[in-house]
């Protein structure tokens, strides 16, 4: 579990909280449709309550490495929006929990037109 020193002691965050983080702002990044199972049948999007589902957290040295699971919007360029959802992903995941990131590795699914 990675955590943050203060002078008064150590804050302790569950992965799972992190992985939170990371679902709820890939989710809200212009041409990501949804999540998708990690390495599993990409047929099916996960519903919005099981975002974390396609989200790995480890800690790796001093900080956090992220890898998640998208379906990107048919039509769009799949680079830019990677890179779109990289750079708020590490952004939001060290401005709501004080963790460095170490790295962010987004895996692009699918694609498929959004509804």
């Given at each position: 579990?990675?955590?943050v020193?203060?002078?008064?002691?150590?804050?302790t965050?569950a992965n799972?909280?992190?992985?939170h983080?990371?679902?709820?702002?890939?989710?809200?990044c212009?041409?990501?449709v949804?999540?998708a199972?990690?390495?599993g049948?990409?047929?099916?999007?996960l519903?919005?309550d099981?975002?974390?589902?396609?989200?790995?957290?480890?800690?790796?040295?001093?900080?956090?490495?992220?890898?998640?699971?998208?379906?990107?919007e048919?039509?769009?360029?799949l680079a830019e929006?990677a890179?779109?959802?990289?750079?708020?992903?590490?952004?939001?995941?060290?401005?709501l929990t004080?963790?460095r990131v170490?790295?962010?590795e987004v895996?692009?699914?699918?694609?498929?037109?959004?509804a």
């Open positions: 579990m990675p955590s020193a203060s002078p008064l002691g150590r804050i965050i799972d909280v992190v992985a983080v990371v679902g709820h702002t890939a989710a809200e212009y041409g990501v949804g999540m199972a990690r390495g049948r990409v047929g099916r999007l519903a919005r099981r975002l974390t589902q396609g989200i790995e957290v480890e800690r790796e040295g001093e900080g956090v490495a992220i890898d998640l699971h998208v379906v990107v048919y039509g769009l360029n929006v890179a779109t959802v990289r750079s708020r992903v590490a952004y939001e995941v060290a401005r004080g963790l170490s790295r962010v895996h692009i699914e699918d694609v498929r037109r959004s």
